[in-house]
Structures are given as C-alpha cells and as structure tokens.
C-alpha cells in the first residue's frame, strides 16, 4: 500500500507526558499537512509544509505543539505537556503540489 | 475568508432513497470544494472535488455534486443510497486562491449519514 500512513494509530498518556506522532506521506508529494479532529466536528488545519519548509501555522497551534519534516519526506507533530483537551485525531495528509490531499487514518491520542 | 456549512449534522435515509447531503460555502476568491466520506476510526477519502471546470461533478461510489454559485451551494447526491453509505460525509473548501502558498482545507462539521434497511 502506498497510501499516507500514520503511527501509531492510537496513544493513550497521562495529563503531562509528552507524546511524538509520526506521518509518511504518499513518497512523490511535497506537501504535507496536519489536523485535529475533535468528536463531532470536521478536521481543524494545524500547520503545513512544503518539502522540510513549514510555511503556515494555524492559531491553534499552540506553542506545546511542534511539527518538523526534516528531510521533506517523513514528518513528526509532538505535543509536550499534554492536557486533557488534546485528546483527539490527529491527521496527517498529503498533496502534489496542491492537488487533491490523500489522508492517512489518523493517531487517536486520549489524554487521561 | 472561506467557510463551510453543512446544514443538518445527521441524516436518515432508507435503502434505495435518494441521498442528499447539503453543503453551503462562502469564499471571497471561486472556490475549490471538495466532499469527503469517513468511515468509523479511518481517515478521510475524497469522493468529489469541483474545480472550477463542469458545474456537475462525478465522483466515487455513485456520488455527484453540482455547483450552483448563485445560491453557495455544493450539494451532494446519490440517486439510490446503499447500506455500505453510511459514514460521516463532510464538505471542505480549499483556502486561499488555488496554487497559493496555503492550500489547507477548511472543514464543515460534518453530516452522518444512516441507511435503514
């Protein structure tokens, strides 16, 4: 399958801890972007990169979060100090130069 | 700035029936819209996108939306629903004018669609 993928696909820590999720996007793409989706509402854009460049960064984005993608290939989304209200999916996606994004299938992360 | 409404967050449907699913945009620039399915614990797949060419666009599984700009609209549709259509269906339009620098999705709340048999 050459599809995005997405490890782990679920996370369960302890308010405090620091969590490091992982995404590879589809190989030819140069974009890649991350979002949160909570319970009952559609995904919320967190940031993006172009190739290892991260261009845009959404408010939501708190500074707990950091996303890095350091060879323009495989990207990372950790967020330190987690918090209860963290607890969500976490998606990552993949597009050729602002085509059509493919998604991979998420890291539920729950936040005791 | 873009936004998109997806009016009703749940909608029922017998097997056979016509599904129609709503979506309203509003965008300062044409816009790019997209709709999306999601199945349960996975990520999202595109069913359709507009882009600016037809006003009726084919996509995946039966599905088709039609861009109407005079009314905001990108509905979706399928003639006869299936039992394997139930997911959660959402409408996204795509920020900023196209091949922009951003190029993220802003997202509907979403509409979950149920097949009764």
């Known amino acids: 399958d050459t599809g995005v993928s997405q490890n782990p696909r679920h996370k369960i820590t302890k308010r405090g801890q620091n969590v490091t999720f992982r995404c590879d996007p589809i190989?030819?793409?140069?974009?890649l972007y991350w979002y949160r989706q909570t319970l009952g509402q559609g995904p919320e854009f967190l940031t993006y990169?172009?190739?290892?460049?991260?261009?845009?960064k959404s408010r939501l984005l708190s500074d707990r979060f950091s996303a890095e993608r350091p060879k323009g290939s495989f990207s990372t989304l950790e967020i330190q100090r987690t918090e209860q209200g963290d607890s969500a999916m976490y998606l990552c996606?993949?597009?050729?130069?602002?085509?059509?994004?493919?998604f991979g299938p998420g890291t539920r992360l729950t936040v005791l | 700035a873009q936004s998109v409404t997806q009016l009703g967050s749940h909608v029922s449907v017998s097997e056979g029936a016509l599904v129609l699913l709503r979506c309203n945009y509003s965008?300062?620039?044409?816009?790019?819209l997209f709709w999306y399915v999601q199945y349960p614990n996975q990520g999202l797949q595109l069913l359709l996108k507009?882009?600016?060419?037809?006003?009726l666009v084919k996509g995946i599984n039966g599905f088709e939306a039609e861009f109407k700009k005079s009314e905001t609209s990108f509905h979706l549709t399928k003639p006869s629903a299936h039992m394997s259509d139930a997911a959660e269906y959402f409408c996204?339009?795509?920020?900023?004018?196209?091949?922009?620098?951003?190029?993220?999705?802003?997202f509907g709340k979403g509409t979950k669609l149920s097949v009764k048999p």
């Open positions: 996606a993949s597009s050729l130069k602002g085509n059509e994004q493919f």
């Open positions: 190989s030819e793409h140069n974009r």
């Open positions: 990169f172009q190739n290892e460049a991260q261009l845009e």
């Open positions: 965008s300062s620039v044409p816009p790019y």
């Open positions: 507009y882009t600016s060419a037809a006003t």
């Open positions: 996204a339009v795509r920020s900023g004018n196209y091949g922009g620098s951003q190029g993220n999705l802003i």
